[in-house]
């Protein structure tokens, strides 16, 4: 079994900043890819960021140059420092890794956390 539990999110005013952590725990040995996604009322569920096991990392047009995603591989957790932030960004923040507990690869999905960006 892999657990997620994410923290971080909450209310804050257009223009600041919030930091998003994600810690997996439990049966997992290693993790390739860890991301965020995030998914607004009515629209599908979309990818923030990821980054991988190297250290490469993707993300959205929507957040370049706003955003940084990075890992502590050593706690297992990823995070995501969200600046400049826009009443657009309001979703539910999802963290999202991709690892193995001895077979194959799996995809495994926190429960998710509110971030509401508005005045």
């Known amino acids: 079994q892999v657990q997620l539990v994410e923290s971080g999110g909450g209310l804050v005013q257009p223009g600041g900043s919030l930091r998003l952590s994600c810690a997996a725990s439990?049966?997992?040995?290693?993790?390739?890819?860890m991301g965020w996604y995030r998914q607004a009322p009515g629209k599908q569920r979309e990818l923030v960021a990821q980054?991988?096991?190297?250290?490469?990392?993707d993300y959205a047009d929507s957040v370049k140059g706003r955003f940084t995603i990075s890992r502590d591989s050593a706690k297992n957790t990823v995070y995501l420092q969200m600046n400049s932030l826009k009443p657009e960004d309001t979703a539910v923040y999802y963290c999202?890794?991709?690892?193995?507990?001895?077979?194959?690869?799996?995809?495994?999905w926190g429960q998710g956390t509110q971030v509401t960006v508005s005045s």
């Open positions: 439990g049966n997992i040995f290693s993790i390739y890819v």
């Open positions: 980054i991988r096991r190297g250290g490469s990392t």
């Open positions: 999202k890794i991709d690892g193995s507990s001895g077979v194959g690869v799996n995809s495994y």
